[in-house]
């Protein structure tokens, strides 16, 4: 079993009523169920920001790599928004 660490948290009077709500509604048993899974969604939260961030810095380096190594194209500005409606267009669902 994990090692149980006891911490004291002060919290805006509107989240300590959403916490104890949640308890007194049977949601949860304790106000330490509701911290420990809300620090569980942010921790997933969290990771998958980093993943992100580092899929966009991966990114961010190949394109320089592209701009250096001489591989790139004039900018176009009416060739990227046709781009993009054509992509919007191919989301949206059919009316």
């Not at 009523?17 to 899974?37: F, L, M, Q």
């Amino acid at each position: 079993m994990a090692e149980i660490e006891r911490l004291t948290i002060t919290l805006p009077s509107d989240m300590a009523a959403a916490i104890k709500g949640a308890v007194n509604g049977g949601d949860y048993a304790s106000t330490s169920e509701v911290v420990r899974e809300a620090v569980r969604d942010w921790k997933m939260k969290r990771a998958l920001q980093l993943q992100e961030l580092a899929a966009l810095k991966t990114d961010i380096d190949k394109g320089l790599a592209d701009v250096a190594a001489g591989r790139v194209r004039d900018f176009d500005a009416d060739r990227i928004i046709e781009r993009g409606r054509t992509l919007l267009a191919s989301r949206s669902p059919s009316a």
